[in-house]
């Protein structure tokens, strides 16, 4: 093992793998009678795991020890729910490593290292291949496609804390860690109803406007500003596609009501993060000839989303239009004051739309077999019913 990786290991150990024993502990000794004694009892069962199989007994051996030993647990519903308990328990010790491998991400991992942005861009400096690079990226797009399913990600809730958790643990802030804890250990993982497609696109449009969308803009923004000109309007060099909602051959729950209501949940979730930025970069650009334009760009936002059959005209290249007369502003009057704000959004314009995510309609096979063999038994009509297929098709276009 080189330099690098042995550093890289014991970063982790370091800031990963002691602080979740030193969290874990907290975790353990939580105010809530039923965490507090699934814990203390998790560990006891740890402990009985390891010594029965160093015995070789089975693990229905194993665990009839166990309850022995240490419960008075005789009913089969008892001990169920106390293994149940234990699936719960160990669920929030997850999403507790998670929040710390996210808040020690950056210093685990080489930033700058082969496969980063920023490798690729010495790579590109060092053998003086800026032109290549621009060319390549006038076809070049990565498309990424959300799929999910519901044992796949946490609510949005879990998603919160994790969040937060993440960030107070990144700042070792002691008091906001145990609230997070005690808010995780009373929070469900799971509705007591199956979630429905558009639950499950819900779930994961939040990764859309909490991941996807900041990350993207500053992958946009790191590309031009390195190397200006390279990422043309027209090719933004990421695209999103999005299951949820319109698979129906992967869930036969999909109805056309469900995929109307996903995409309009789609183009309501950019539309929002578009205005809270905008919100955000009205406290920096607060000049003369801006703050007009940013009123109306945010008015013309809030009435698309907050307020029913207030939906405006509002269009991509609208956007851009009004983003664009700012830059302009900024340039021209204002000496470039916070111009990258601008172009930041602008990026993310270039890339989401209006749509947020383009998104994948899978029809369900057996309505592909009934089509066919209805035209399979109606040979005669099936030249003109496809001729008026294309009649009607070229009217809605």
Not at 46 to 59: A, D, H
Not at 200 to 221: C, H, K, Q, T, V
Not at 252 to 279: C, H, M, N, Q, W
Request: one cysteine or more; a positive charge; charged letters at 20%.
């Amino acid at each position: 093992m080189d330099h690098q990786s042995t550093r890289g290991l014991q970063q982790f150990k370091n800031l990963v793998g002691i602080k979740f024993q030193l969290y874990n502990s907290l975790f353990t000794s939580l105010p809530f009678h039923r965490i507090e004694k699934t814990g203390i009892l998790l560990s006891l069962l740890l402990n009985n795991c390891e010594e029965g199989y160093k015995k070789k007994q089975s693990p229905q051996e194993i665990i009839e020890d166990f309850f022995s030993k240490h419960t008075t647990y005789r009913l089969p519903q008892e001990r169920l729910d106390l293994l149940f308990r234990f699936i719960q328990y160990i669920e929030r010790q997850v999403v507790l490593f998670d929040a710390l491998e996210d808040a020690s991400f950056k210093a685990v991992n080489d930033l700058g290292g082969v496969g980063t942005l920023k490798h690729l861009e010495s790579e590109v400096l060092q053998n003086n291949k800026q032109e290549e690079l621009k060319n390549k990226l006038k076809k070049f797009a990565v498309s990424l496609v959300l799929t999910a399913h519901p044992t796949q990600f946490y609510p949005g809730s879990v998603l919160g804390i994790i969040n937060d958790l993440s960030n107070a643990l990144a700042e070792n802030n002691a008091v906001l860690i145990n609230m997070y804890l005690q808010q995780l250990g009373k929070t469900p993982f799971f509705k007591k109803q199956k979630p429905t497609p558009y639950d499950e696109a819900m779930n994961l449009i939040w990764y859309l406007e909490n991941i996807f969308y900041p990350a993207a803009g500053r992958i946009i923004s790191f590309l031009k500003t390195q190397f200006p000109d390279s990422v043309s309007e027209h090719n933004p060099i990421i695209k999103m596609g999005f299951w949820p909602g319109g698979d129906r051959d992967g869930n036969p729950f999909v109805t056309a009501d469900i995929t109307l209501k996903v995409a309009d949940a789609l183009r309501g979730g950019i539309i929002k993060s578009y205005y809270l930025e905008i919100r955000k970069i009205k406290r920096r650009l607060t000049f003369e000839g801006v703050d007009v334009i940013l009123n109306e760009l945010e008015n013309d936002l809030y009435d698309n989303i907050f307020i029913p059959g207030q939906r405006t005209q509002l269009s991509k290249q609208g956007i851009l239009n009004s983003l664009n007369t700012i830059k302009e502003i900024i340039i021209y009057k204002h000496n470039n004051l916070f111009l990258h704000l601008i172009d930041n959004l602008i990026n993310k314009v270039h890339v989401f739309g209006l749509h947020f995510a383009s998104l994948d309609v899978r029809q369900e096979s057996t309505v592909h077999n009934k089509v066919l063999n209805w035209w399979l038994l109606h040979p005669p009509l099936y030249l003109q019913d496809m001729q008026n297929f294309r009649m009607k098709l070229k009217l809605m276009l």
